[in-house]
């Protein structure tokens, strides 16, 4: 434990000089912290646990195992660096390898993937246990009280060590905490323990303990530590604006390193000799390090491995899909019905959301059955958390299941906002494709259902705007089967969004037996010569509701339901408008950055020569949607006819 503080030490030394030499370009400290860090590591089973470090846990990340040269391949962000091969900053741990998953720079979102770990773990009965560690600024984070109470509400294995050096950046404990970090765990019904983090036999006992509450399967444990850094935050902060030299000073006799050193003397377990020949080995092996890191590669491949399994354009649909063989059924049963065959085939899936378990089944019915069939470990209700439904997702999804969880409706997703595109979205990238995040978030979106402002959004332009996400619509029973299928089958974030207006409404064949739809490839629903009108979702249902009536006008419109936005089938777009000369693109969110722009720009960049018309949207006009009054959605809504307009005079230009 010494020599690992020791190790800690010496190389936080090093990289603060490196960095003041220019010669590394950014470091976090963690001096003062490795009683902490160290001696907490000593209390778990490197086979069976997983630790989440968070960006100060030198001493975590070396006494797990991560070696010197790993860590200096990381501060000089190279190539080979195992935990993000240089895409981030130093100090942000991953290794699939040794249980490690990927961790942002963003606070407390780790909590949420920890608890899911642990979830995961608990499931399996692996017996493993999860550390979680953090700053008492983090505690802050709504994702650090949603996982603990989700930690609570399911007796998780989980020990959150929350690292309390008196100051986030420049904001004290007391202008940072009301009451105190370890208190709040009675409210999340566990216990919590304040220690001295510069302790490293008092940290060493009170994990031990919390590790055998936790493997007994009696619940989470939260552990403050207190404690103190002696450098400042990061490489670029200026910590004598807001801590006294004195205060420093002060801490810095309390000293973590020289106490255990002390202590190891006095009782005879160290000599002077010895001391001396452990702090030469440690100085020459990271000497060693620092050269061998220096030296090595860089990295060079700034675009890959952004998503798992990239999809690549494949040759454009031409004509309408064959009609699926099946008996009649509508967009919500064909929904319930799929996830019971995927909950069928694949044993590793487990669903979760808001009332969507036993009773209930959902507010509209899509899991109905799924406890019942399959057990509550498979299909449960969560606490209106949404950060945590999609955080837990995100960590259960390390521990090898396939998470299905469902966000009441897409108006409600936006606290999960952040979980999705921080951290679900860019595991792929940031952890060099060694991370992925097998999940499938589906919601109900849109309007027409007389759900005002908070029932009724379209969300797709965000994600759609995100890499690493992959985003579908399904506008008929059949290809929410198939769409569904390869979502689960793939590992990315898929975000597949239900057009609510079409639950009960789009009523086709539901196919018997295997069915696929493969994300990233539009249909055509139907052939025609004299423009093209691009949708999906409710829009493209209403889009083949106006097919008959141009056609009687003597206007043969080709209808594109592109079905996955993200990616985008491109291929599809450009035969048809090479076919068609014009373009007419709808869809039921605001027109302003909406996803019709991406389309259109495209359009205009890539087919200008075949274009006889320009390039038209039908959306929303820049208003909060949906008005409840029904005169007002009413006159917002596209309809059948509103679309002919539109499409008529397209065709005149
Ligand atoms: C969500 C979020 N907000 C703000 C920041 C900027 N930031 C980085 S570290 C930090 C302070 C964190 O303090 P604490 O959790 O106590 O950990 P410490 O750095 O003191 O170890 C802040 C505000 C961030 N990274 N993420």
Redesign the pocket.
């Known amino acids: 434990m010494y020599r690992l503080m020791l190790l800690t030490r010496r190389i936080d030394d090093r990289m603060w000089a490196l960095q003041r030499q220019g010669r590394a370009a950014f470091v976090l400290g963690s001096s003062g912290h490795e009683a902490v860090q160290v001696a907490s590591v000593f209390a778990l089973d490197k086979g069976t646990d997983w630790i989440f470090p968070y960006y100060?846990d030198m001493g975590v990340g070396l006494a797990w195992g991560f070696t010197p040269l790993e860590v200096f391949l990381g501060v000089f962000a190279k190539r080979d660096d195992p935990s993000s091969g240089g895409r981030q900053l130093p100090s942000h741990w991953s290794d699939p390898d040794r249980n490690v998953f990927t961790q942002s720079?963003?606070?407390?979102t780790q909590f949420p993937h920890a608890a899911g770990v642990a979830h995961g773990l608990k499931i399996k009965g692996t017996g493993g246990v999860v550390v979680v560690y953090?700053?008492?600024?983090?505690t802050s984070?709504g994702d650090w009280h949603e996982a603990m109470n989700w930690a609570g509400i399911h007796d998780l294995p989980l020990i959150c060590v929350i690292?309390n050096?008196q100051?986030?950046?420049s904001v004290p404990t007391e202008e940072q905490v009301a009451g105190s970090v370890h208190e709040r765990a009675a409210g999340y019904g566990f216990p919590g323990h304040l220690i001295d983090g510069n302790d490293a036999f008092e940290v060493l006992a009170t994990m031990k303990a919390a590790v055998a509450r936790a493997r007994a399967g009696e619940g989470p444990t939260l552990i403050e530590a207190e404690t103190y850094r002696y450098y400042a935050?990061t490489s670029d902060d200026n910590d004598t604006l807001y801590r006294s030299r004195d205060e420093v000073e002060s801490w810095r006799k309390k000293d973590p390193l020289a106490r255990m050193r002390t202590y190891l003397i006095e009782n005879r377990l160290l000599t002077e000799a010895d001391e001396a020949q452990i702090d030469a080995e440690v100085v020459e092996g990271l000497a060693k390090a620092v050269e061998e890191a220096e030296s090595a590669s860089a990295p060079d491949e700034p675009t890959t491995r952004v998503y798992a399994r990239p999809i690549e354009p494949g040759p454009p649909a031409t004509e309408p899909e064959p009609v699926p063989q099946g008996d009649t059924t509508n967009l919500i049963t064909a929904i319930n019905r799929t996830l019971h065959e995927i909950f069928e085939q694949h044993e590793d899936t487990v669903l979760f959301g808001e009332d969507v378990a036993r009773g209930k089944g959902g507010v509209f019915k899509a899991t109905e059955g799924l406890t019942d069939v399959f057990g509550p470990d498979r299909c449960f209700n969560t606490p209106i958390a949404e950060s945590s439904i999609i955080g837990c997702a995100i960590g259960m999804s390390a521990t090898g299941f396939k998470v299905l969880p469902e966000i009441q409706f897409a108006d409600y997703i936006h606290p999960a906002f952040n979980q999705i595109v921080s951290e679900a979205a860019r595991a792929s990238y940031r952890s060099n494709g060694r991370w992925s995040v097998p999940i499938v978030i589906r919601t109900p979106y849109g309007a027409g259902i007389h759900g005002a402002q908070y029932h009724s959004q379209s969300i797709e332009s965000f994600y759609s705007h995100v890499p690493g996400l992959k985003v579908v619509v399904p506008s008929t029973p059949a290809d929410a089967k198939g769409l569904l299928h390869s979502a689960v089958d793939d590992p990315d974030p898929v975000m597949f969004l239900e057009p609510k207006k079409l639950y009960r409404l789009a009523k086709g064949p539901f196919p018997e037996g295997e069915h696929i739809v493969p994300l990233g490839k539009a249909a055509i629903r139907h052939a025609g010569t004299d423009l093209t009108i691009i949708s999906y979702g409710a829009m493209a249902h209403f889009a083949m509701e106006a097919v008959p009536i141009l056609e009687e006008l003597g206007i043969s419109p080709e209808v594109i339901d592109l079905r996955s936005l993200k990616p985008l089938d491109w291929p599809t777009i450009e035969a048809s408008i090479k076919k068609t000369s014009r373009a007419l693109i709808m869809h039921e969110d605001n027109e302003f950055a909406g996803y019709g722009a991406e389309v259109a720009a495209q359009i205009a960049d890539k087919t200008f020569e075949w274009l006889d018309a320009p390039v038209k949207r039908y959306a929303l006009p820049d208003v909060p949607l949906m008005p409840y009054a029904g005169s007002l959605e009413h006159s917002l809504y596209p309809t059948a006819e509103s679309i002919v307009e539109r499409a008529q005079e397209l065709a005149k230009y």
């Open positions: 100060r720079s963003v606070i407390g953090g700053g008492e600024g983090a984070e690292e050096n100051y986030a950046i935050h």
